[in-house]
């Protein structure tokens, strides 16, 4: 069963966090003509092409600045783990594996392909979703 934790439910943040994601998504498109896909983004700094690497390395220094300055504005606490740090590594891993074998990532086929209609998006998200539900309902309640 789901429930909601209404009292720590902060909606307002949430749309907001989804409208700027929005809002990026849409500009990398319209300003790069590229589809914002994180670990595509950062899997290109590995091998580098000429031109390629400054907006890269902006977006990137982008998604690490943000939530460092938060935390120093006083406003967010340092997340906490339910999982050691190892697994929490391991699985990050998994995720980089499993997008390298799906031709995109989470956010590229979440956001951008589900935006767009596209079939393999549309496949790719639910077999990440309910891999997702699978494993924590797994770790969960049977180990």
Not at 83 to 106: E, N
């Amino acid at each position: 069963m789901v429930t909601i934790d209404w009292s720590n439910f902060t909606p307002v943040s949430a749309l907001l966090g989804g409208l700027l994601i929005g809002v990026a998504a849409a500009a990398l498109l319209l300003l790069n003509g590229r589809i914002l896909g994180v670990s595509g983004i950062a899997g290109g700094l590995l091998q580098p092409r000429a031109g390629d690497t400054g907006w890269r390395l902006a977006f990137i220094a982008g998604l690490l600045a943000s939530p460092l300055l938060l935390l120093l504005s006083g406003t967010m606490e340092a997340p906490e783990f339910a999982s050691p740090l190892w697994i929490v590594g391991a699985a990050g891993l998994l995720v980089g594996f499993g997008s390298r074998m799906g031709s995109g990532c989470t956010s590229g086929h979440g956001i951008c392909g589900l935006a767009r209609l596209s079939k393999r998006s549309i496949a790719a998200t639910a077999c990440f979703m309910l891999t997702g539900f699978l494993i924590v309902y797994l770790t969960r309640h049977v180990f």
